[in-house]
């Protein structure tokens, strides 16, 4: 292979790569994304939330990903003992798109990457990234493997780093940083749903409750098959023995609701796991890259905001990239660094939220609050934004606040 030159080059082919890359690809930069796997390739992150549904539509992504006929997700619903709270994203706070889909992620960023290439995006499969070296003006030498053990060098005037667990800029220069996130971990699997029951009971999304540190995620698949995982603290996902298909397995028996459809569903193949998941950087950005997607940050599945993250990241990054190429001044740490902070400092109380608890009252309370529910629905709608929701705005003291009215007054009836 042989070096070149271009204007950005973009590692990982994800959400994140191909959002990023359809942009800049439209603004007529030159651009090139390597892939170190090849697609179809199995990645978690399967439930995705509206918001996201934007950033699709506006790189011209979404009607290829429409032909993919995925299950459709209009909300999520929760499970704790006989409780269900049940979130529909048409009745939300905040405009905006009011569905979206649970995907394979193999087939659904199998359709992104070729899409991207149909664009004229220059994507090399099987490609590796293992050395970047930037220089004091931002223009960067990134070295690659090209998959048959030859080593080539891509000169770039910025770099996206979409590299997903890859993390490779946050490795490559040091910018790891322990997350604020509780520890947890998680083992999932994609079954075969033998026991389907039919309508909506069938396909919905739902995450059931064991206790404030265990939930079970249940996303069903248009084709048939359903993905099931386990998120639990390290000690809860330690104590089962062997494989992780026995692990899975013995898991299922903690839920009551599901254990009788999946117990005879066949795993479709050995079930993974990820422990300490949370990740976070020091920087988002320097001169000549930015972190995007999974490579930048990541907190937790239970609200699913990983992928809307990963693409949010991406249009804008490529938006600044755009704008800096024509010469206008970008402010990188306030319009890229803070405007991503603030959105991934809602979704953090709330995941910290959820495992003190205190979500977990509010979702549970009965009766329900209507409003309350409509702005916190607009949040796991991905609208994160929005400065007219008080749920955004005062989202370090509200869930605190309600969570320990509603334990007070319990505490007044008993
Ligand atoms: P990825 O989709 O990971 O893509 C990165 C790509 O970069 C990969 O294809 C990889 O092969 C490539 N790459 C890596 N290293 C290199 C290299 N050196 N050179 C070249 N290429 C490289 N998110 C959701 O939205 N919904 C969910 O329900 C959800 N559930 C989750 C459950 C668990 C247990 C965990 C841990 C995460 C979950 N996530 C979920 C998060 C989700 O997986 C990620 O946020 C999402 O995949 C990020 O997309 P991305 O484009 O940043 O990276």
């Known amino acids: 292979t042989k070096d070149v030159k271009v204007d950005v080059l973009i590692i990982g082919a994800g959400p994140s790569g191909c959002v990023a890359s359809a942009y800049l690809n439209g603004q007529g930069l030159k651009v090139k994304v390597v892939e170190k796997s090849t697609f179809p390739r199995f990645v978690i992150g399967e439930s995705l939330l509206p918001r996201c549904m934007e950033h699709f539509e506006e790189v011209g992504l979404l009607d290829a990903l429409k032909s993919g006929g995925f299950e459709i997700k209009n909300g999520a619903r929760f499970l704790r003992d006989d409780i269900v709270c049940n979130f529909d994203f048409s009745d939300k706070h905040t405009k905006g798109w009011d569905w979206t889909w649970q995907v394979p992620r193999a087939d659904f960023d199998n359709i992104l990457a070729k899409e991207i290439k149909k664009m004229g995006v220059d994507l090399s499969f099987e490609h590796e990234v293992v050395d970047v070296n930037i220089d004091d003006e931002g223009i960067s ?93 390290n000690e809860f996902i330690d104590s089962f023995e062997g494989d992780t298909s026995e692990r899975l397995k013995t898991m299922f028996k903690h839920s009551d609701y599901y254990y009788e459809r999946f117990k005879d569903a066949p795993l479709l193949f050995e079930p993974k796991s990820i422990r300490n998941y949370s990740k976070a950087v020091t920087k988002f950005y320097g001169k000549g890259f930015a972190l995007t997607g999974n490579s930048a940050e990541f907190l937790d599945p239970v609200f699913s905001s990983g992928v809307t993250f990963a693409t949010e990241s991406a249009l804008l990054s490529s938006k600044l990239i755009t704008r800096q190429f024509k010469g206008e001044m970008v402010d990188w740490e306030v319009e890229y660094s803070d405007y991503i902070k603030a959105g991934v400092d809602v979704f953090a109380t709330y995941v910290k939220e959820w495992y003190t608890g205190n979500l977990q009252t509010l979702f549970f309370h009965r009766p329900e609050n209507p409003e309350v ?42």
């Open 373 to 414: 529910k409509r702005q916190i629905c607009a949040v796991l709608a991905g609208y994160v934004w929005d400065e007219t929701n008080p749920f955004v705005t005062k989202h370090k003291r509200i869930i605190k606040t309600l969570a320990h009215l509603i334990n007070m007054e319990k505490e007044k009836t008993n």
């Open 141 to 233: 030498t990134t070295t690659i493997n090209d998959g048959e053990g030859n080593p080539y060098k891509v000169e770039a005037k910025f770099i996206i780093d979409s590299s997903g667990y890859g993390r490779v800029l946050p490795r490559l220069l040091g910018l790891d940083k322990p997350s604020s996130i509780p520890e947890h971990s998680s083992i999932f699997g994609h079954v075969k749903d033998i026991n389907r029951p039919e309508g909506e009971e069938g396909t919905m999304i739902t995450f059931d409750v064991l206790d404030k540190d265990t939930w079970f995620w249940v996303i069903p698949f248009s084709n048939g098959d359903t993905s099931l995982g386990f998120v639990g603290t």
